[in-house]
C-alpha cells in the first residue's frame, strides 16, 4: 500500500512570504490531519478533517494558517505570512477508525525553514 | 483534556543493555495508547499500540510495552539495544476533545554508547 504522500520536502522562505504544503493521503483514509512539530517537541496537531469536513481546528492560527481538502482527498495547508517562529516540520497523517482499531500514517513530511 | 507526559528528555544506554522508556498519560477512561519512533530526517514509524486486552504489547524491533492502569502508565522496553535504537521515541494517546487525532508527548532523545 502506498504511504502518504507529502511535498515539498523542504522549503526555505522569508518572513511574511506565503508558501503551500500539499498532501495526499492513503487510499481509503476519511480522516485527514495535520501536525506541526518543531525543533525537540513532539508533533502538536493543526487541524483534523473527516472526509472534507474540519473536526478540529482549534490549534490553528487562524490569522495566518489555512487549510483544504477539496473532495475528500488531498490537502493543503497554507502559511501567510511566515513567521519566524513557523520553522519547523509539518507532517500530514491519515487514518481509518474502526469499532476497536485505530491506524495511523504519516508522511515524511516538509521542513520549513522561515529565515 | 488528555495528555501526555515522558519524563526523560535524554538517555543513554549502552549497547545491549535493557532500556525503558517511561510514559504517563491523563485520560479517565481506558485510553488508546501509541509508541512512535523517528529517526533524524525521518517521518514516524508505529512501535506498538495498545486498545485493549492483554496489557502487555508487543511491537516491532523487539520492544515491548506495558500499560500500567494504576499508574497511568505506558513504558516502553527492549531488553538489548542496538546501536541503531538510537532515535527520537514519542508516546501518543487519542484525544477525544473534539475528533480523533493523536495527542503526543515531547518525546525522549536515546543515545547508544558503544
Known amino acids: 500500500e502506498a504511504g502518504v504522500a507529502q511535498s515539498p520536502r523542504y522549503k526555505i522562505i522569508e518572513k511574511r512570504q506565503s508558501v503551500a504544503f500539499w498532501c495526499n493521503p492513503i487510499?481509503?483514509?476519511?480522516?485527514l490531519y495535520w501536525y506541526q512539530q518543531i525543533l525537540g517537541q513532539g508533533p502538536k496537531l493543526l487541524i483534523q478533517f473527516q472526509n472534507n469536513g474540519v473536526v478540529d481546528d482549534s490549534q490553528l492560527p487562524k490569522d495566518r494558517f489555512s487549510a483544504e481538502r477539496l473532495k475528500g482527498v488531498d490537502s493543503t495547508l497554507k502559511i501567510q505570512p511566515a513567521k519566524l517562529e513557523d520553522s519547523a516540520v509539518y507532517l500530514c497523517?491519515?487514518?481509518?477508525?474502526?469499532?476497536?482499531?485505530?491506524?495511523?500514517?504519516f508522511g515524511s513530511g516538509t521542513r520549513l525553514t522561515v529565515v | 483534556a488528555q495528555s501526555v507526559t515522558q519524563p526523560d528528555i535524554h538517555i543513554t544506554v549502552s549497547e545491549g543493555a535493557s532500556l525503558e522508556l517511561r510514559c504517563n498519560y491523563s485520560y479517565g477512561a481506558t485510553p488508546y495508547l501509541f509508541w512512535y519512533v523517528q529517526s533524524p530526517g525521518q517521518g514516524l514509524q508505529l512501535l506498538l499500540k495498545y486498545f485493549s486486552g492483554d496489557t502487555l504489547v508487543q511491537g516491532i524491533k523487539g520492544f515491548e510495552a506495558e500499560f500500567k492502569r494504576s499508574q497511568s502508565s505506558f513504558n516502553l522496553r527492549k531488553p538489548s539495544v542496538h546501536w541503531s535504537d538510537a532515535a527520537e521515541y514519542f508516546c501518543?494517546?487519542?484525544?477525544?476533545?473534539?475528533?480523533?487525532?493523536?495527542?503526543f508527548g515531547k518525546g525522549t532523545t536515546l543515545s547508544v554508547s558503544s
Open positions: 501518543a494517546v487519542v484525544g477525544y476533545q473534539a475528533g480523533t487525532a493523536l495527542i
Open positions: 497523517a491519515s487514518s481509518f477508525q474502526g469499532a476497536s482499531n485505530y491506524g495511523y500514517t
Open positions: 487510499s481509503g483514509h476519511a480522516t
